[in-house]
């Protein structure tokens, strides 16, 4: 299945192969979302029970919750199926139920490739639905002046008609959604966050990997655009990394602190390798709903925890993220 990982807004790099999009399948799936942005959803103009966002930096273990929450069973979630129709996601989700009798048993693996999930019923990041209601292109922060006209009605109408749809609770990952925490908390009553925290230099270590992986070059910017990073592009990968990472961090340390408390969590990515079940039935527990399908969640991952690029690449990044405030 193709992807639609974050950083397609103001993206100035070749993809590897592997990550490349295919123009034919770009065009067929535009056609086609075209023919359903006439539909009208059905069901409630907007969700009816809170919908949940998980956030945080890129490479912190965002992806992971996402699948442990995806596979438990308490709650509704973008599927690859789903994410093709991104113009009518309630008519994915038909389809899908529809299809479900024919299709081989959901298996989650827990593997994923830059935020790629495997198999139909694998967490999808739903980019192109998140451009689509947000308007980003050169960067993922709009200024308030860019959102103020934007009318929360169509989104709110777009994710009643899926709750409804999949008669549960909606849950969303996806970090170009950073900026728009507020406004998200704004548009949707009662929205609830979970935030993972990782180490500093561990998330460096894999934005540099992945900056290789997906681009073939430490020089191409990964995921998450602030604005301000057209300005940082004559900076080394590691200061760029290091300034990625500050900028996100403290728009989330904003957003956290304009939010009660009962709707924000942080969550630990090494206590969520420990503990997928518990933090899952903690959190599904929290929303009043029930881990359904606990025997999917493994009793512990093995964190990623050594840092293993070359000495000086390791030095480089340390000593950016010191420059940038940001402890490690």
Known sequence: ?????????????????GYQKIPEY??????????????????????????????????????????????SGAFGYCSNIIARFFRAPWA?????????PVLDAPEFTYESDAGRTEGWAGPHEFGYFWERHFGFEQHHEPTEATLDPLEPSSLRRDLGALEAELDAPLLFKNVILDFVVARLDDWLEDARFLRLERDPMLVAQSLYRTRLGYYGTPQAWYSVRPRAADEWASQSPA??????????????????????????????????????????????????????HLERLPERFQPSTELTLDDDILVRLEDALDDEGVST
């Not at 299945?1 to 192969?17: F, L």
């Not at 038909?94 to 299809?99: D, G, H, K, S, T």
């Open 239 to 292: 200061r760029q990394i290091a300034a990625q990472i500050r900028h996100v961090s403290e728009r989330l340390d904003a957003a956290a602190d304009a939010i009660d408390d009962a709707r924000w969590r942080d969550v630990s990515y090494r206590t969520l390798c420990n503990r997928p079940r518990a933090i899952a039935t903690s959190i599904a527990d929290d929303r009043g709903v029930e881990v359904g």
């Open 1 to 17: 299945m193709t992807d639609d990982m974050p950083g397609r807004a103001g993206e100035h790099h070749e993809r590897a192969e």
């Open 26 to 71: 770009e065009q067929a799936l535009d056609q086609f979302n075209e023919t359903l942005s006439d539909l009208d959803p059905p069901g409630a103009a907007r969700p009816r029970r809170p919908v949940t966002f998980i956030v945080g930096v890129p490479r912190s273990g965002t992806t992971l919750l996402y699948q442990i929450l995806a596979a």
């Open 92 to 100: 994915g989700a038909r389809v899908q139920r529809i299809l479900e």
